[in-house]
């Protein structure tokens, strides 16, 4: 039984990746290498990062500046767009693709499973199936919504954006 939470802890952890080819196809136009390496690198390398440290480790939320240090690393590597829109990019993809959901989901489970959202299995307290399929469809549909808004997006980003957006970044990530 334990194996079935692997593999959706396993599918949410392929949504996260997909959501951030996503946000990067719609805010990064500019690949240093083909366009299919430069758009899959990172995304490739958030999957392994974000699979090794849940796995195999037990860093807890310091995870999520591993993670972020690593795919902002790789998009200094495979974009020449200016840092101003690789920063903007990665705060808007956690923010509103990673902890969005997660928090909405977590919300809405609690109240409807009255605060038990987690079960035992041999031994191990894991997440309900149910929250893990919430997961990844409010994810799914969150994905399609800001890839449709954000597909054409052609602004160039300016110092005052990337204050105004982090400044709503460290908000969410702070209450996270």
Same mark, same amino acid.
């Given at each position: 039984m334990i194996h079935v939470y692997h593999? %959706?802890?396993f599918i949410v952890t392929l949504t996260e990746s997909f959501s951030l080819c996503v946000l990067i196809s719609c805010?990064?136009?500019?690949?240093?290498f083909s366009r299919r &390496? !430069?758009?899959?690198?990172? !995304?490739?390398? %958030?999957?392994?990062?974000?699979?090794t440290t849940t796995r195999f480790s037990s860093i807890g939320a310091l995870k999520i500046f591993l993670i972020m240090g690593s795919v902002f690393f790789m998009l200094l590597c495979c974009f020449k767009d200016p840092i101003i829109s690789m920063i903007v990019a990665l705060e808007i993809w956690f923010a509103s693709l990673i902890i969005l959901p997660e928090r909405a989901i977590l919300v809405l489970a609690g109240w409807l499973w009255n605060? !038990? &959202?987690t079960i035992d299995v041999t031994g191990t307290a894991v997440i309900k199936w149910e929250i893990y399929l919430l997961n990844i469809l409010l994810r799914s549909l969150l994905i399609?919504?800001?890839?449709? %808004?954000?597909?054409?997006f052609k602004y160039t980003l300016h110092i005052g954006d990337l204050i105004v957006i982090t400044?709503?970044?460290l908000i969410v990530l702070f209450m996270f």
């Open positions: 593999l %959706l802890d805010f990064l136009k500019q690949p240093r &390496i !430069s758009f899959l690198s990172p !995304s490739v390398v %958030l999957f392994g990062v974000a699979f605060e !038990s &959202i399609v919504c800001v890839y449709k %808004l954000l597909r054409n400044i709503d970044f």
